[in-house]
């Protein structure tokens, strides 16, 4: 069975980093093919993809937010760690982690995290 | 990047209903296309991959067509528990993009 839950803080100020890990089992991303990735939805609005490492270490970012983010994994936790520099509160948001095979489209999706930015 | 346009934006419809929801793509995606579920408060449920191919579990009132940029989503003989919000995406290629998604309420 696999499962993701995202953690990290509910609460950043404005210019501050966030931090936010997803912590997965059923799966290994040590498996050819396998990836974890990143989609955001700020209240109200649509999905947007943020960020996906790969197995391989393989790293793709959305193009508008690339400067700010960097996504890495540790293995041996089953954990991958996206983090975003220079918050604003346009980044308030539900954060999710997803599970991506070798095609791109999500099956397993983390349950959520709410960010909120405001000083 | 591609864009992925929905439409309509907020869909009115009864029990029993047979919905249509349209997702464009900017250019094309052949068959890249997933559609997704969304209630409140939940994370997005996979309903679709590769435009018509419906995800384990999936009722069968629910069916997927389209190639190239024009995708529909219909929804047969709609149950209560359909009232949602309905994504589309695209993963023909990176960056992976997601439609504006489509409400579909009540009427």
């Known amino acids: 069975q696999i499962t993701l839950k995202e953690s990290g803080p509910a609460l950043v100020k404005p210019t501050q980093t966030l931090t936010l890990t997803c912590t997965f089992s059923g799966f290994s991303l040590s498996t050819n093919g396998v990836g974890v990735g990143w989609i955001r939805q700020p209240p109200g609005k649509a999905l947007e993809w943020l960020a996906v490492i790969y197995w391989n270490d393989d790293k793709r970012y959305s193009p508008s937010l690339k400067s700010r983010l960097t996504i890495t994994k540790d293995t041996s936790k089953d954990q991958v760690v996206l983090a975003m520099t220079n918050m604003d509160p346009v980044d308030t948001a539900t954060y999710f982690c997803?599970?991506?095979?070798?095609?791109?489209?999500?099956?397993?999706w983390g349950q959520g995290t709410l960010v909120t930015v405001s000083s | 990047d591609i864009q992925m346009t929905q439409s309509p934006s907020t869909l009115s419809a009864s029990v029993g209903d047979r919905v249509t929801i349209t997702c464009r793509a900017s250019?094309?995606?052949?068959?890249?296309l997933a559609w997704y579920q969304q209630k409140p408060g939940k994370a997005p449920k996979l309903l679709m991959f590769?435009?018509?191919s419906l995800d384990r579990g999936v009722p069968s009132r629910f069916s997927g067509s389209g190639f190239g940029t024009e995708f529909t989503l219909t929804i047969s003989g709609l149950q209560p528990e359909d009232f949602a919000t309905y994504y589309c995406?695209?993963?023909?290629?990176?960056?992976?993009?997601f439609g504006g998604g489509t409400k579909v309420e009540t009427k």
């Open positions: 590769k435009a018509s």
């Open positions: 997803a599970n991506l095979g070798s095609s791109w489209y999500i099956r397993y």
């Open positions: 995406q695209q993963y023909n290629n990176y960056p992976l993009t």
């Open positions: 250019q094309s995606i052949s068959s890249w």
